[in-house]
């Protein structure tokens, strides 16, 4: 593909310290969630590494929402699917193995070798074909296409009876990655955080790349990249295909912990849940997305615990953020970066 | 499929349809003339039921409750757009996305501690509680067929409205050209009130209707709000006559679809319609803005 934009200058590499004081707040957090089953061992309570597994996978997602979301402009509300799409591939293909049963004449894998690569490519494949249809047309109507294919893939699953319907599909027999046991708490706790770190810079790699300054560009004003003879929407269309192929990567990761998929992971309510996990982290970093996450993770583990009617301050604090809060929780953290009109 | 099935299954159709074009009606307009994404539409078909079932349970009359209902969902659409909506008017798509999913876990959880989370009863009115026969051999619920001549009823004096009167013109020169009609005099501020308020009724109505035969629940709205959009999509926003055939259309083709395909395709069969139809008219149907 010819390129008429000059590659960038290389920006100035900018030293250590200057990373480490942009981006404290990550590497802290990474520190500090690296620390959860020594803690919870402490307190002898597996609960929190299960609760922190949930929330490093629902980070993945709200990451990659978070590259087409803050960087390329663009409002999914189908991110859900495509992680169900990455869960369900797992499921099934576990399915059949156990089962010893053939699926379209291939058989079954519980080797996440096989699986994993399997889902990432299915959710991508997915988001290809509706980014396809999505993304010819404009910001609002992209929004509403992409909640009725979430909705689409939803009623998918549930009307699916040989993979239990609405009921949901459990994992049985073992998974393993080529014969590694990783499924074990701890392990596997370690495994997603690891996994979201090389996420982490893949995606902050991405952003400072050619391809990220033209989806930024294109966030910002379409009209003047096209006038620079630069098509946008292969861009957008590649940025979609990346961010579905991580959010199924996650959901293909979080079948494998829960041993467990459903169509409720497919929810609409759920793709919605990670627009205000990246909006509440704040959409100006790659990393931000990471806080938006575990803040959701932790409210809605805890707020039920004190109100059954945990949904109705969530809600409040989400139109009361949307109001005042305009740079998500980074803002609230003091690194003072994300007023830098990044995002439109 | 013999005739006896495809009369009812068409029928139930059309009336998935109206029942749609009720919900997408308010939606369409509001987005058409302010370029607001309501999420939260579905939560006013929602209170719409509710509304009726309690007032069903505080009456005794069906008619009673849904004249006391229907302005009572007007009421509440009046204002959440005064009280929150109002503000975003001029904010990205991404904050209106926001706010009013904010809505709808507000309104969610606030449904479940006034009516509980098991779903109310709504009972049939009595003179509507039989069934017809449409001819031999076929015959087709009472209520059903009310909900059918309702919404058509309602599709026409629309048209009357929004094509042969002066608040028409209005809406429709919102809708087309907002900065245009404010400019000529348009109190488009005012217009887009009265829409809002109106198009709350009219998803209350369909809630209200849609009572006795679904169960008023939490999250009712939902399901119908995701059709909605879809059919406000097809249709084109902004435009009430391109919601109506759409609604029409997806109404027909997912109860059909439903019926003669395996499950799994025909749950999908209207969302693969509306792929084909914007791959083929980005905008829609029937584009109101130029």
């Known amino acids: 593909m010819r390129d008429p934009l000059p590659p960038p200058a290389p920006p100035a590499s900018p030293s250590a310290g200057a990373l480490l004081a942009a981006n404290w707040p990550i590497l802290l957090g990474l520190a500090l969630l690296a620390l959860v089953p020594t803690v919870a061992s402490a307190l002898d309570n597996p609960f929190y590494i299960r609760l922190f597994t949930r929330a490093v996978i629902f980070a993945m997602v709200a990451v990659s929402l978070n590259f087409v979301l803050g960087f390329g402009g663009l409002v999914s509300l189908m991110h859900a699917s495509l992680f169900g799409v990455g869960a369900y591939v797992v499921a099934i293909l576990a399915h059949h193995d156990y089962e010893s049963t053939t699926l379209f004449g291939f058989a079954g894998a519980d080797d996440l070798a096989i699986s994993i690569p399997l889902a990432i490519l299915a959710s991508a494949l997915v988001a290809g074909l509706s980014g396809l249809v999505s993304l010819r047309t404009s910001g609002s109507y992209f929004i509403m296409i992409t909640l009725a294919f979430n909705q689409m893939l939803y009623y998918f699953f549930v009307a699916l009876q040989q993979y239990g319907g609405e009921d949901g599909l459990q994992i049985l027999g073992n998974l393993h990655f080529a014969g590694l046991q990783i499924t074990q708490r701890v392990t596997f706790f370690y495994v997603t955080l690891g996994v979201l770190a090389v996420l982490l810079l893949l995606f902050a790699r991405l952003v400072q790349s050619r391809f990220g300054v033209i989806l930024r560009a294109t966030a910002q004003n379409e009209r003047r990249v096209v006038a620079l003879g630069v098509p946008p929407l292969r861009y957008k269309l590649a940025a979609f295909v990346i961010s579905g192929a991580v959010a199924g990567l996650a959901g293909a990761l979080w079948a494998t912990g829960q041993g467990f998929v459903s169509p409720s992971d497919l929810s609409w309510v759920r793709s919605g849940d990670y627009v205000v996990m990246a909006v509440l982290g704040g959409m100006a970093r790659v990393w931000g997305p990471v806080f938006g996450a575990l803040l959701f993770v932790l409210l809605e583990a805890f707020l039920p615990s004190w109100t059954d009617f945990w949904q109705l301050p969530f809600g409040l604090v989400v139109i009361l953020i949307v109001v005042f809060l305009r740079g998500g929780l980074v803002d609230l953290l003091g690194s003072g970066t994300s007023g830098k009109g990044e995002r439109t | ?290």
């Open chain 2, 1 to 290: 499929m013999d005739p006896g099935l495809f009369v009812e299954q068409s029928l139930n159709g059309v009336q998935l349809g109206v029942q749609l074009f009720l919900m997408s009606a308010g939606l369409t307009l509001v987005f058409g003339i302010m370029n607001l994404i309501n999420l939260a539409h579905g939560s006013l078909y929602m209170a719409g039921a509710f509304f009726a079932a309690a007032f069903i349970k505080l009456t005794g009359s069906f008619m009673l409750a849904l004249a006391l209902a229907i302005p009572a969902t007007a009421i509440l659409g009046a204002l959440m757009e005064l009280v929150v909506l109002r503000r975003f008017y001029g904010r990205s798509h991404l904050d209106q996305v926001l706010v009013t999913f904010g809505l709808i876990l507000v309104f969610n959880d606030l449904v479940r501690l006034v009516w509980g989370v098991v779903p109310v009863a709504m009972p049939t009115p009595e003179f509507l509680s039989g069934s017809v026969t449409i001819f031999e051999g076929v015959r087709y619920p009472a209520f059903r067929l009310a909900i059918l001549a309702v919404g058509l009823l309602v599709a026409l004096g629309l048209y009357v409205v929004v094509v042969h009167t002066r608040t028409g013109m209005w809406i429709r020169a919102g809708a087309s050209n907002r900065a245009m009609a404010s400019a000529l005099g348009v109190d488009v501020q005012l217009v887009f009130g009265l829409v809002f308020a109106a198009g709350a009724a009219l998803a209350g109505l369909a809630g209200m209707m849609a009572g006795p035969i679904t169960a008023v629940q939490v999250g009712m709205g939902e399901p119908i709000l995701i059709l909605a959009l879809v059919v406000t999509v097809i249709g084109g926003i902004g435009s009430i006559r391109g919601a109506f055939i759409a609604a029409l259309m997806i109404g027909v083709v997912d109860t059909f679809g439903r019926v003669l395909l395996p499950p799994a395709l025909g749950s999908m069969v209207i969302f693969m319609l509306m792929a084909v139809i914007l791959a083929w008219r980005p905008k829609g149907l029937f584009p109101v803005h130029a």
